[in-house]
């Protein structure tokens, strides 16, 4: 069964204290691993797309790193503004009949950074 | 451009009641979602579309309905409220059934 698990469930940084979140998936296929930021009251806002395994994406503070069982997303030097949860989710392959599978979320990891 | 646009954002149902979220994107995107959003539970897929006139069923179609007549609106109907759709919902749009773009949510509690 395909299955996405984040941890920590929630983490607490000092400003500038760099740290990396985790994301466990099983998949019959890896089409996509997608990271995104959702704050509070607010929709999901997409972050990166990972395709295949040893890609790396960055933006800002964030870098997302891919293997073939799991993804990192690390925080360098985190200032208070990225607080927020991220979401993990996947994609797998075209099942046999063609069409899309649709995305797996994991449940997020809640960061909180303190100034 | 205002990306993907959900109304309203909040609502009260009484069980039984039936209403309309609205949905729609100007970013001229073929692929449309609406998810709602749990505590303890990630997110869920209720219903996608691929294009105008083309619908398909997520993983939890029970109690909604759809319907695509233009590329912009991706409506959503709950029919017959039940105390188990009080959630959070997104809309959400796509360019390639990739990276999607959500909108602001509305929260429904059904009592």
């Known amino acids: 069964e395909d299955q996405v698990t984040q941890s920590p469930e929630a983490l607490r940084l000092q400003e500038g204290e760099s740290s990396s979140l985790n994301c466990s998936y099983t998949?019959?296929?890896?089409?996509?691993l997608f990271w995104y930021r959702q704050d509070p009251g607010k929709g999901p806002e997409f972050l990166f797309t990972l395709y295949s395994a040893g890609e790396e994406k960055e933006k800002e503070r964030l870098k997302a790193t891919l293997t073939k069982k799991e993804s990192f997303l690390h925080i360098t030097a985190p200032k208070p503004e990225d607080s927020a949860t991220y979401l993990c989710?996947?994609?797998?392959?075209?099942?046999?009949?063609?069409?899309?599978?649709?995305?797996?979320w994991g449940l997020g990891t809640s960061l909180a950074v303190n100034p | 451009n205002a990306g993907v646009t959900q109304t309203p954002k909040f609502r009260i149902l009484k069980i039984g009641q039936s209403m309309t979220l609205q949905c729609t994107q100007d970013?001229?995107?073929?692929?449309m979602y609406w998810y709602r959003q749990d505590p303890g539970m990630g997110l869920k897929l209720i219903y996608y579309s691929v294009g105008a006139g083309i619908t398909d069923k997520g993983e939890v179609p029970n109690g909604y309905n759809v319907s695509r007549s233009t590329t912009e609106d991706f409506p959503l109907r709950l029919e017959l409220a039940a105390p188990s759709q009080t959630s959070v919902y997104f809309c959400?749009?796509?360019?390639?059934?990739?990276?999607?773009?959500f909108g602001q949510g509305t929260r429904l509690t059904v009592v």
């Open positions: 959400a749009s796509s360019p390639r059934d990739t990276e999607a773009f």
């Open positions: 970013m001229n995107h073929n692929y």
């Open positions: 998949v019959s296929g890896l089409r996509g």
């Open positions: 989710a996947v994609q797998s392959r075209r099942d046999n009949a063609g069409n899309n599978r649709k995305l797996i």
